[in-house]
């Protein structure tokens, strides 16, 4: 079997054996493909597309090409929640402890944020003490014991993944829906979880800006991960506005806190509500509806609460700081942007917001570089919200940055006004 050929086959269109990917990903897992030639067949790949069973062969081989998480001492219920990355998105701190409150299994591995999105692991960092690397016999006693842990990604999971993905970063291969899915199943396989509930965003802060291409990801990945043996399904959700109030790590595990004790931040709520009960009707093999009511039963009577504090302690994390949220997401300088007119907020533009985030320290350029825990943004105007002249639309924070006139300009573009009411787009638009 020569690569050239292979390179040649996709190019002209045709669809790839299993045989032909085994060979193209074991070349690229040991190092005996040169980079011209895998580039090649990215490139290859990315105008001629590829068939459901090419995928699907493609993310099992990619799967296999490392290690692989043994969750049998859990049992059939264990469950795992990926999104496709966003502003604002905190629902795994919250989600996760109600899905556990109610029986479900989640045994998780979680990465760090790039660019303008933040990564669980440096929300999590966040609270003082928390272990984020456990060894494996750690990791099962605390979700034995729990039902929930949530760790940094450790081992060498789909290997082949980390090399395509470097690859495909170069090569401008990236927006390619066959690639993008065989990258994220293959490490959700590689996971070990029985069901996987996948949040597909859309939208300004979102991978995805349209709609129908999260669909069509969002197709791809259930179907990948179903006929793989994984319960699986997707929640189509919009990221045209960051998700809650708050962006910036400290700031984010601090409002996650709050929903766990009941505030009420209605899109961070009904999407954190709908994605548990995901993975309680997948796990526990109950209809959603149910799965639902008894999800919101477990956050309304302070039993996702109490699992999340059971969950933190239990990776050594410092519970205390819940009891005083004022003192744990105080930065050292901070400021606010006023509006300058009357009327309804029409627009609050995600990616704007996260590119001020990381601005301010939040994100990071490349995934050495540290962050700001303090770093982040609070709204206190949302899309729908009457503002008066001179009303707080937010406060901007950071331990680093004490001169905030850049990004005091460039946040107050985020903000659209209108003189009516706007209509509101819901958060979930569809479930695959």
Not at 72 to 79: I, R
Not at 142 to 165: C, E, H, M
Not at 248 to 272: I, M, R
Not at 397 to 403: A, C, L, P, R, W
Request: some cysteine; aromatic content about 6%; hydrophobic content about 40%.
């Amino acid at each position: 079997m020569r690569m050239v050929d292979i390179i040649e086959k996709k190019r002209n269109g045709e669809a790839l054996t299993n045989d032909e990917l085994d060979y193209f990903v074991s070349g690229v897992t040991d190092g005996s493909l040169p980079d011209y030639q895998i580039s090649a067949l990215l490139m290859a790949i990315y105008f001629r597309g590829m068939t459901e069973e090419e995928t699907i062969a493609l993310t099992k081989l990619m799967s296999r090409s490392g290690e692989c998480a043994d969750l049998d001492a859990l049992g059939p219920q264990t469950a795992d929640k990926h999104s496709t990355g966003g502003v604002g998105d905190k629902t795994t701190l919250i989600a996760a402890p109600i899905a556990a409150a109610v029986g479900v299994k989640i045994a998780k591995m979680s990465g760090r944020g790039l660019g303008f999105t933040g990564g669980t692991v440096d929300k999590l960092q966040s609270i003082p003490n928390y272990k984020v690397r456990l060894n494996p016999k750690e990791f099962i006693k605390i979700v034995q014991k729990t039902g929930l842990s949530v760790v940094g990604q450790t081992g060498n999971f789909a290997p082949a993944d980390k090399k395509l993905y470097a690859l495909r970063d170069v090569t401008a291969t990236v927006e390619s829906l066959p690639l993008i899915a065989s990258s994220i199943m293959s490490k959700k396989l590689a996971a070990g979880a029985k069901s996987v509930v996948l949040d597909v965003k859309y939208g300004s802060g979102a991978f995805m800006h349209d709609r129908k291409k999260a669909e069509a990801l969002a197709e791809i990945m259930v179907k990948i991960g179903n006929a793989c043996g994984r319960k699986t399904t997707a929640y189509i959700t919009n990221m045209d506005a960051p998700l809650g109030f708050c962006v910036g790590n400290t700031l984010e595990v601090a409002e996650a806190a709050e929903v766990l004790k009941g505030k009420n931040v209605p899109d961070l709520k009904v999407l954190s509500l709908s994605l548990a009960a995901g993975m309680a009707s997948l796990s526990l093999g109950i209809p959603r509806d149910r799965a639902k009511a008894l999800c919101a039963d477990a956050l309304c009577g302070g039993r996702a609460y109490n699992k999340f504090l059971e969950w933190i302690a239990a990776q050594g994390g410092d519970i205390s700081v819940f009891n005083d949220l004022e003192s744990f997401t105080k930065a050292k300088y901070s400021a606010r942007l006023c509006a300058d007119r009357d009327g309804y907020i029409e627009r609050l533009d995600a990616l704007t917001v996260g590119h001020v985030s990381a601005l301010l320290g939040a994100g990071r350029a490349r995934i050495e570089d540290e962050v700001d825990l303090t770093a982040g943004i609070r709204l206190f105007k949302k899309p729908g919200d009457d503002v008066k002249k001179g009303d707080a639309l937010a406060e901007l924070q950071s331990g680093t940055v004490k001169d905030f006139r850049d990004a005091l300009k460039m946040l107050s573009r985020a903000f659209k006004f209108s003189d009516e009411k706007p209509k509101l787009p819901p958060i979930i638009y569809s479930v695959i």
